[in-house]
């Protein structure tokens, strides 16, 4: 493998770790001494069962899995999870939806085709920059469920806690979106009920789905569903009712396998830690760049900031790209700049980052004070920056 690739931010599909790419690259024509590519082998063969039940294993291991949940290996990711959720949970009844996000807004929506869908708390007054303490959730009266996104990926705005319903004096189950901070910390499983994701944030490549669900969930579905994505029917088949996605569970299953080497979520967690305390230090110890959101619910795995001259946002990316810090670019829903720094991305790419923050900004002060606040959006912001490319090979 090339010894210095590129730092790459992506929100999803996202970096993997380099000693899991050489891997399957190695494996690639012949999996151990099997003659066959991953991609080639029955789901149903001796040495696909192997993968697949080796990949469960080490999941269940990382995420303390209670023996009482099912682990499910789906697909659709977690849009299709927006629907296939209210279809098993729901009963057609009332499902609450606390809204801090984009994720979570359109996870209430979909929920609507299926269900009565209640808006318990909205954070859109404050443009989702902190949570709703859950006390002040609005429940409903015996909600099918709660649903929440316990890490917002557009917005930045993460759960370090999760909620405990009973304390609030409701027995439905928490169902968790947790597709993009799965495996970047414990979760508590005492309350939850149902956890999805999709792996291509955290846990490998796109097209496997994980679904995490208590035993007595499972038989609640609604006729219409299908069977494909009916949990009782999935778990009785472990997973393999149809041909599940067999390159993609493999992948992840080297990727569990690597987090294992790594000394597992706990020590994978504190690596998180660090990352975040570094990029959101150097953020708030600058005068040019900004992040919105509160402090006890900042994202350890996405880092939305802005350029307070949004002018500069071309240039501040071209010069990333320079540097080998690839795909900076804010969601398009709410601009400016957004850096993923998933499990796969190493404390150097984020210090390289920093690095570059800290560059960007000294050229920046450099300018004489009425260049640094240009009123006009144009080729002259454009052109602020142009001399110093180049400069600092760092
Ligand atoms: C990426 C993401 C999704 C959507 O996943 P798809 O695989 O594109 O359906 C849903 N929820 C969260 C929190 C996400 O980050």
Request: glycine residues 8%; aromatic residues 8%.
């Amino acid at each position: 493998m090339t010894a210095m690739r590129p730092y790459n931010f992506s929100a999803g599909p996202a970096v993997m770790p380099d000693a899991v790419l050489a891997e399957a690259a190695a494996e690639m024509l012949d999996w151990h001494g099997s003659g066959m590519g991953v991609m080639e082998m029955s789901h149903r063969g001796k040495e696909f069962g192997a993968i697949h039940a080796q990949a469960q294993a080490d999941l269940r291991e990382l995420l303390a899995v209670p023996a009482n949940f099912k682990l499910l290996f789906m697909q659709g990711g977690g849009l299709a999870e927006n629907a296939i959720v209210p279809m098993n949970l729901s009963r057609g009844q009332t499902a609450d939806f606390v809204v801090t996000g984009s994720w979570s807004q359109k996870s209430l929506g979909e929920a609507r085709k299926y269900c009565s869908a209640h808006e318990a708390a909205n954070t859109k007054g404050n443009g989702h920059t902190t949570l709703a303490d859950p006390a002040s959730w609005q429940l409903s009266d015996k909600p099918a469920y709660v649903h929440i996104c316990s890490n917002e990926t557009i917005n930045g705005v993460e759960y370090h806690t999760l909620p405990d319903l009973k304390a609030l004096g409701c027995e439905a189950p928490l169902v968790i979106d947790f597709s993009s901070h799965v495996a970047s910390r414990p979760v508590d499983w005492s309350r939850v009920g149902l956890a999805f994701g999709g792996a291509q944030k955290n846990l490998g490549p796109a097209g496997l789905t994980l679904v995490v669900v208590r035993e007595d969930l499972l038989d609640r579905a609604l006729p219409m569903c299908p069977s494909a994505f009916n949990y009782r029917t999935v778990a009785d088949n472990d997973s393999m009712f149809n041909t599940p996605p067999t390159y993609a569970i493999y992948m992840a299953g080297l990727v569990f396998k690597w987090l294992k080497r790594q000394g597992g979520i706990a020590a994978i967690e504190a690596r998180n830690i660090a990352k975040a305390e570094l990029l959101y230090d150097a953020i708030d110890h600058s005068s040019l760049y900004l992040n919105r959101v509160a402090l006890d619910c900042r994202s350890r795995m996405n880092v939305p900031f802005y350029l307070r001259d949004e002018t500069l946002n071309d240039v501040f990316l071209s010069g990333a790209r320079e540097r080998g810090l690839l795909q900076l670019k804010g969601h398009k829903s709410v601009g400016g700049m957004r850096a993923s720094i998933y499990n796969a991305m190493p404390l150097e790419g984020v210090q390289a980052l920093v690095d570059y923050l800290r560059d960007f900004e000294a050229r920046w002060e450099r300018r004489p004070r009425r260049d640094r606040l240009p009123t006009a959006i144009g080729p002259r912001a454009g052109l602020l920056l142009e001399p110093a490319h180049g400069k600092n090979p760092s």
